[in-house]
């Protein structure tokens, strides 16, 4: 069965603190994992898409990076306005149009 | 109006009320999804509709009927909810359904079924 794990449920930073969230995943095939923030109220905002294994993208503060099993989003040097859940997100190659799995997220909390 | 837009964004109805959900993609994007948040789960897929056409039915019950007029609308009628229907729900969009674009997502309709 396709899955997908986030790692921790949640965390708690000081501003400058720098660390990483993680997603596990265990799918047939994988043609695309996914990143998004949501703030509360809000919708999910997307972030990055990866493909492949050893693949990396930044944004900012932000870099999400690839191997065969798990992604990391390292957070460098956060801020308080980087407080928010974080959602990771695969496609299976198997799956059908349009189906992301999507784990339960990390809720960051960044303290000034 | 940018990006993809929900109406209402809050919504409390009754078990045996009738309502619907609107969302409207400004994005161009030919694919939408209805998409379900409860607290302490994932993100559930509900429906997918590709060119208007529904081409996904992630086995929701019949209270839940879609309906997607052209590529820019797309309502959900809700008809004799149960308490635990409540929930966030979340459109979205993608430029096509079957490709490995992304997502965007609009703000959701807090549902409250009392």
């Known amino acids: 069965e396709d899955q997908v794990t986030q790692s921790p449920e949640a965390l708690r930073l000081q501003e400058g603190e720098s660390s990483s969230l993680n997603c596990s995943y265990t799918v047939s095939g994988l043609r695309g994992l996914f990143w998004y923030r949501q703030d509360p109220g809000k919708g999910p905002e997307f972030l990055f898409t990866l493909y492949s294994a050893g693949e990396e993208k930044e944004k900012e503060r932000l870099k999400a990076t690839l191997t065969k099993k798990e992604s990391f989003l390292h957070i460098t040097a956060p801020k308080p306005e980087d407080s928010a859940t974080y959602l990771c997100?695969?496609?299976?190659?198997?799956?059908?149009?349009?189906?992301?799995?999507f784990g339960k997220g990390t809720k960051l909390s960044v303290k000034p | 109006e940018t990006g993809v837009t929900q109406t209402p964004r809050h919504l409390v109805m009754g078990m045996t009320n009738k309502k619907s959900l609107k969302c409207e993609q400004h994005l161009g994007h030919n694919a939408m999804y209805w998409y379900k948040q409860s607290a302490k789960k994932p993100l559930e897929l509900m429906f997918v509709y590709s060119l208007e056409e529904r081409v996904e039915n992630n086995s929701v019950p019949s209270r839940f009927s879609p309906e997607c007029p052209n590529s820019s609308h797309l309502f959900l009628h809700l008809h004799t909810l149960q308490p635990e229907d409540s929930a966030l729900y979340l459109c979205a969009s993608s430029q096509e359904s079957g490709l490995d674009d992304e997502q965007y997502f609009g703000p959701g309709t807090r549902l409250t079924v009392t």
């Open positions: 997100a695969v496609r299976p190659s198997g799956g059908s149009q349009g189906n992301l799995i």
